[in-house]
């Protein structure tokens, strides 16, 4: 890492204003997951500090809700100019925890400053309503609240993106926050929060909370002070967050994981389908929600799609991410390399063949092979879990109506990709299909202005655009007897 501003790389967490260690004096490492070398410490909260964090933000509450949407806006706005300022320090410390090759690091840090210039005009627009009355001498008006204390719980392949989609619309709107990033990256987080505090947001209003995430996340969820839940990150995690916030009754955001289908009909323009699959399963090393996890490409193009599609797999550079060269950094750790290799082997197993890859790097540690995989059938593992890594599963189908079939068949419903030219048939396929977010002849969905979010067990409430500030909302009715 080289570090123009090193007061950037924090080593503690972010309460009431005050940088701070765990009261145990524990700490967790964080691992390179490039060079598997300890990059530092973060403290090992639990429950106690949670209670901390979540008593500042309510203490910090009723000030930052009062002040008028325009002067919120004006803080946002100088967070974001910092960000942007600190892009390529924040990138680097982002690839050194995370992984993802600096190009896409840097490209994560401007669209994680998107959502604060985005949501810091949003702010702006939280207009209530006068309904016309349905009695005489009365008047019936609809007012807009801040819902107050707000949690942020955030996985680590999206280390900043995660945290501002929440942050931005959160603040925007009025409330605090307390954040617990994921423990595979909180230097993102705490970088974040560094910049949060130049920009003069006031003690209290944005927290970060590292360390047991069960503790954490249980004080979170059951505390009853706080209002709001959002969470990303997986939908086993997801289902136990929301059980916990029932019993206080918190509204909940929750983005989940994902089974993305990637169709690519007869009459596609095929080189722009594979640019599209490339990025759509290969950004990331493959670890994200939206990435594409079954390729179905229609007979009468398969061979050649397939051909191609190989071809440009074999020539993307797996390395260190901080590499100027490197198109695919390592996988998050073990764990992940592990996942994969166990979907490969049974999906090899039941007659999947590999067409490329196949197996971890000669990089050794986390490196994984690009993988293509031809001859995939529905029940293999590989076809019905959440890949997240390098690895393309591509099947072959017939017409329209059974690949809309196969697309559905999946308890998942968060982004899919169709490519295609006839445009009744993109109308049709896109109604049909059961997903949140439909990329057409594109293969990257995301932008602060467009909702993003999933159907069944992919979540519930969308982020970013003009729907993502109204989470943070409540409403409020007056009838006024005059
Ligand atoms: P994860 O294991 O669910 O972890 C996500 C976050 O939850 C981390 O901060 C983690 O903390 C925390 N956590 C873990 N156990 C917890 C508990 N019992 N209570 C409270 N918090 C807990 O997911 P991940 O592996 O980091 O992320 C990958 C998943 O996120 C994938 O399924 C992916 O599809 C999904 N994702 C979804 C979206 C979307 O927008 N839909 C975007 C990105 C990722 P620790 O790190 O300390 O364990």
Request: aromatic share 8%; charged share 20%.
């Amino acid at each position: 890492m080289k570090l123009s501003n090193v007061s950037l790389f924090k080593r503690k967490c972010f309460i009431n204003g005050q940088w701070q260690n765990a009261v145990s004096g524990l700490k967790i490492q964080v691992i390179n997951p490039a060079t598997q070398e300890n990059l530092g410490t973060v403290p090992n909260m639990g429950a106690l500090e949670t209670q901390q964090a979540i008593q500042a933000a309510e203490r910090a509450l009723p000030k930052w809700r009062n002040m008028t949407a325009q002067e919120r806006a004006r803080k946002l706005l100088a967070w974001h100019k910092l960000i942007l300022d600190h892009q390529e320090d924040l990138a680097q410390i982002m690839t050194a925890e995370q992984g993802k090759p600096l190009f896409e690091a840097r490209g994560e840090i401007a669209f994680a400053a998107s959502y604060l210039e985005w949501f810091a005009e949003e702010g702006k627009r939280i207009y209530g309503d006068v309904i016309p009355t349905n009695q005489k001498g009365r008047r019936l008006i609809v007012t807009k609240e801040s819902i107050g204390v707000c949690a942020a719980i955030t996985p680590w392949n999206f280390p900043s993106a995660m945290i501002t989609r929440k942050a931005a619309p959160a603040l925007a709107a009025g409330c605090t926050l307390i954040i617990k990033p994921a423990s595979q990256t909180p230097f993102s987080a705490l970088a974040l929060v560094a910049l949060a505090e130049e920009a003069g947001i006031p003690a209290g209003v944005i927290n970060v909370v590292t360390g047991k995430a069960s503790e954490i996340g249980t004080e979170l969820s059951s505390n009853p002070s706080v209002r709001k839940l959002s969470f990303t990150g997986s939908t086993p995690i997801g289902i136990q967050l929301m059980r916990q916030c029932a019993d206080t009754m918190k509204k909940v955001t929750m983005e989940l994981g994902g089974n993305a289908p990637f169709i690519v009909f007869d009459d596609a323009n095929i080189d722009s389908a594979i640019e599209g699959a490339l990025i759509a399963k290969y950004r990331n090393a493959g670890q994200t929600c939206v990435c594409a996890n079954r390729f179905y490409v229609q007979e009468g193009i398969y061979d050649q799609f397939v051909e191609k599609f190989t071809k440009r797999i074999a020539e993307l550079n797996v390395g260190n991410g901080l590499d100027n060269n490197t198109d695919v950094g390592p996988m998050i750790d073990e764990k992940a390399v592990l996942n994969i290799e166990s979907l490969i082997d049974e999906a090899l197993s039941h007659g999947a063949k590999v067409r490329v890859g196949g197996k971890r790097h000669s990089l050794g540690g986390a490196f994984f092979e690009p993988t293509l995989l031809s001859d995939v059938k529905a029940e293999m593992r590989i076809a019905r879990e959440e890949i997240f890594g390098p690895v393309a599963p591509v099947f072959k189908f017939k017409t329209e109506e059974d690949v809309v079939l196969a697309a559905n068949d999946t308890e998942f419903g968060l982004a899919c990709y169709i490519y295609s030219r006839d445009v009744g048939r993109i109308w049709n396929v896109y109604e049909a299909l059961e997903y949140g977010m439909v990329g057409v002849n594109v293969g990257v969905v995301a932008t602060e202005v467009a909702p993003f979010g999933g159907i069944k067990s992919s979540g519930l409430g969308r982020e970013g655009s003009k729907y993502g500030i109204e989470d943070y909302i409540e409403i409020k009715y007056m009838c006024l007897g005059l």
